[in-house]
Nanobody
Framework: VQLQASGGGSVQPGGSPRLSCVASGIIFSFYDVAWYRQAPGKQRELVANFTRSGSTNYADSVKGRFTISRDNAGKTGYLEMTSLKSEDTAVYHC???????????WGQGTLVTVSS
């Protein structure tokens, strides 16, 4: 199983990058997809998730600015980020989980640095 995250980099405040997470080795539609982030010196936190049933959930800090989506046929999860702030600087990790089967996998993370 592999989760390949991409799309990070250095972004100016107010920027709008899109992160992608391509899965292989799993039936992607069977899993909930989530994005977590870990800022320097802080604990990892949930940014957003998209359940296999179609529900989405966002951290209060990103509501209205970030959008999570998924393409089951393409086995890809996305995180569209807008109006970036310096406090969004973090390593963003994609995660898939199937609670029923107790299976969970993590991607390697992609760094997003918000700086002028």
């Amino acid at each position: 199983v592999q989760l390949q995250a991409s799309g990070g980099g250095s972004v100016q405040p107010g920027g709008s990058p899109r992160l992608s997470c391509v899965a292989s080795g799993i039936i992607f539609s069977f899993y909930d997809v989530a994005w977590y982030r870990q800022a320097p010196g802080k604990q990892r936190e949930l940014v957003a998730n998209f359940t296999r049933s179609g529900s989405t959930n966002y951290a209060d800090s990103v509501k209205g600015r970030f959008t999570i989506s998924r393409d089951n046929a393409g086995k890809t999860g996305y995180l569209e980020m807008t109006s970036l702030k310096s406090e969004d600087t973090a390593v963003y990790h994609c995660n898939v989980v199937n609670v029923v089967l107790s299976l969970e996998y993590w991607g390697q993370g992609t760094l997003v640095t918000v700086s002028s």
